[in-house]
Each structure stands twice: as structure tokens, then as C-alpha cells.
């Protein structure tokens, strides 16, 4: 089992930066995808970017180059640096994490990971 817990939520104008935190605890001594997603109201859960432990990262499109992701596998701690923030990256954003030993397993598809933090909510006023 993997507790996450996320932190750094909040509101900032369009074009600001947010980071965003999570702590990991629980068996974490086995390799691991750990991501972010995040919600839109009445929408589903979709994938923003994934790291594995070897360091390899993905990103949806519409945050490249404005978002990065990073671990820190010697404190089980997992972040997303958020700049350059427009109001359609308003959403609930969701820290998770699943067992894979390979780098390709780390998929943004949220039905693959078992572990969920409960998420902090980003607001990016325009």
C-alpha cells in the first residue's frame, strides 16, 4: 500500500506559477510510476505528465514546455512545477502512483494506478 498527499493548490492570476507537492509513504521501496492528473468538473480524470524512477517523463501537449514534473526518490516525494498558467489549467490536480518496473509502463491512462492522493484544486483567474 501507497498513502500520497498532495499540497501547493491555490489561486493565482493567468500566467503565474504554482507548484505542486506530494509525499509519498507506505511501501515505497519497490520501483514506481508516480504522475499528476487532473480533473475537469464533469469531466474525467486525464493524465498531465509521469516520471518513473529512472527520471523519464511525459507530458500531455497542452502543458509542455510550461509544466515540469520531478521526484525525489530519497524522500519519496514527487512535484510539478506549474508556469505560465492560463485559465483552462483550472482543475482538480491528482497526484498518483503504480508498481512498474519498466519506464513504457508509465502510461497517463488513470485507470492503471491503484494509489490516488485527494487532490489539491488549481484556480488560474484570467
Known amino acids: 500500500q501507497v498513502q500520497l498527499v498532495e499540497s501547493g493548490g491555490g489561486s493565482v492570476q493567468s500566467g503565474g506559477s504554482l507548484r505542486l507537492s506530494c509525499a509519498a509513504s507506505?511501501?515505497?521501496?519497490?520501483?514506481?510510476?508516480m504522475a499528476w492528473f487532473r480533473q475537469f468538473p464533469g469531466k474525467s480524470r486525464e493524465g498531465v505528465a509521469t516520471i518513473h524512477t529512472d527520471g523519464t517523463t511525459t507530458y500531455t501537449g497542452s502543458v509542455k514546455g510550461r509544466f515540469t514534473i520531478s521526484r525525489d526518490n530519497a524522500k519519496n516525494t514527487l512535484s510539478l512545477q506549474m508556469n505560465v498558467l492560463k485559465p483552462e489549467d483550472t482543475a482538480m490536480y491528482f497526484c498518483a502512483a503504480r508498481r512498474a518496473y519498466s519506464a513504457w509502463e508509465c502510461m497517463p491512462s488513470p485507470s492503471t494506478y491503484p494509489y490516488w492522493g485527494q487532490g489539491t484544486q488549481v484556480t488560474v483567474s484570467s
Open positions: 507506505g511501501d515505497t521501496t519497490t520501483t514506481y510510476c
